[in-house]
C-alpha cells in the first residue's frame, strides 16, 4: 500500500512539473516571465533609487544645510524623480518580452507614454516651485504665487499637448497645427486665465505689487495690505478687515496707490490747511510787531522783510506806509513755518517744510502746511499731525486772526432773536 502511493505522488509531481514546463516553453509562457521580469526588475529599480539613491543625494549631491538644500527636500523634487525611473525601465524592457502582439505593445508603450509625461509633468511644477522658493528665500507662504502658478500652467499645457501626442499616437507639429483652428474657442473660453497670465508676468517683472504692500484703488473698494498674489486675483485686506479681491489684470489696465515708497523712505507726508476768515487779515500794530519779535525766528522775519522793501522816493506817501507794513497773516505764516520746522518728528533737514496761502475762496484763505513726519505708524502720524494744528489752533487768537466758519442755522436764529429783541425795546422806549 505505502509503496504504489508514493510511486503515484511522484507521478502527480512529475506530471505537474512536465506542465509547467511546458507553458514556459510555450509561446504565452515565455511573453508571461518575460512581462513578470520586467515588473520586478522596474520595481526593483524604483525601490533602489527612492530609497538609496534618493538620500545618497541628498546628503551628498544636494547639502541639506543650504537654502536649494532646503527647497528641494520640501518640494519632494528627488522623491518625483524616482516616479520616472520604473517608467524607463519598463518602456525599456518592453522590447525584451517575446512574442508580443503589435497592439498590445503599442498600447502599452502608450499608457507607458503617458505616465512618463505624467511624472515629468510633476517633477517639473515641483523643480519650478524649489527654484522660487530658493530664489525668494524660502518663505513660500509669505511670497506671491502668481509667478509660480503661471509656471505651473505653462507646463501643464505642454503636457497636455505631449500626452495627445503619446494618445492619439500623431506628431507633435500635426497636433499644434490642429491647435490653431480652436485657438480662438480658447481664447474666448480661458479669457482672463489668458488676461491674468500676461498681467502677472508684467506685475512681476515691473514689481508693481507685493505681499505687505498697502495699496489703494478706489474704484476696486480696496484700502488696505496685499495679503495674497495669486494667478488670477490680489486679496487685499482693508483697514476695517474685510477682503477684497482684485482680478490681476485690473492692477494692469487701471491705476492705483501702492504706498510702499512711503513705507521705504521712512517719512510720511502732512499735507492739511487751515482756513483763515478773510475779514481778520489786517496789518499789524508796531506794539504787535515788538511783542512777536521776542520769538527770534519771528525776530529774523521781521528784519528780512524790511530789508527786502525797495528803497525809493516816487511812491505815494500811503502806498509807500502800507509797503513797509508787516500783516498779521504774514507773521501768522512765519511762526508757522519756524513752529513746524522746530518740531521732533518732522523731518526738516532732508525734506521740504512749506507753509503756503492757498486761493482764497468762499470759504476763506486756506493757510496749508506740507512737511514730512518721521514716522510710517498710522497712529503716530496721526498725533503728530493732531498736535501740531492744535497748537496752532490754540494760538491763532495771539495773531488778531480767526478761524472761517461759516454761519450755521442756529447763529442765524440767534440774530433775528437779537434784532427782534432790540427792534423792540427801542419801539417801547419811543
Known sequence: MRGPNLETGDTVIDSMVDSLNGVIESDGGERIAAATAVIVVAFAAYLLFRF????????????????????????????????????????????????LEPDASELIGRVLGLLFVVGAARLATAASAAIRDALDGGESPEQPRARLQAANLAIYAIAAIFAATVVTGQSLWYLITGLGAIAAILAIVFQDTILSTVASIQISQNDMVRVGDWIEAPHRGADGHVIDVALHGVKVQNFDNTIVTIPTYALVSESFTNWRGMSDSGVRRMKRSMSIDATSIRFAEEEEIDSF??????????????????????????????????????????????????????????????????????????????????????????????????????????????????????????????????????????
Not at 500811503?318 to 500783516?327: G, H, K, P, V, Y
Not at 494744528?389 to 495771539?398: C, D, G, Q, R, V
Open 52 to 99: 538609496i539613491v534618493v538620500p545618497l543625494l541628498r546628503r551628498r549631491g544636494v547639502d541639506p544645510s543650504t537654502r536649494w538644500g532646503v527647497v528641494f527636500g520640501d518640494r519632494q523634487v528627488l522623491a518625483r524623480l524616482s516616479f520616472l525611473v520604473p517608467v524607463v525601465v519598463a518602456t525599456a524592457g518592453l522590447e525584451a518580452v517575446p512574442h
Open 293 to 430: 519779535r521776542t520769538y527770534p525766528p519771528l525776530d529774523e522775519y521781521v528784519d528780512r522783510f524790511r530789508r527786502s522793501l525797495p528803497q525809493t522816493n516816487n511812491w505815494n506817501d500811503q502806498l509807500s506806509r502800507a509797503q513797509r507794513r508787516l500783516t498779521n497773516l504774514g507773521l501768522f505764516r512765519a511762526y508757522v513755518l519756524s513752529y513746524v520746522s522746530q518740531r521732533a518728528l518732522i523731518s526738516s533737514d532732508n525734506h521740504l517744510v512749506v507753509v503756503r496761502q492757498l486761493e482764497s475762496g468762499a470759504a476763506g484763505m486756506p493757510l496749508e502746511i506740507y512737511a514730512f513726519v518721521s514716522t510710517t505708524r498710522w497712529p503716530d502720524f496721526e498725533t503728530v499731525q493732531s498736535e501740531t494744528f492744535e497748537h496752532l489752533l490754540s494760538i491763532l487768537p495771539a495773531f488778531g486772526l480767526r478761524l472761517y466758519q461759516p454761519v450755521g442755522d442756529a447763529a442765524i436764529r440767534d440774530l433775528r432773536i437779537a434784532m427782534q429783541n432790540t427792534l423792540g425795546d427801542g419801539l417801547r422806549n419811543n
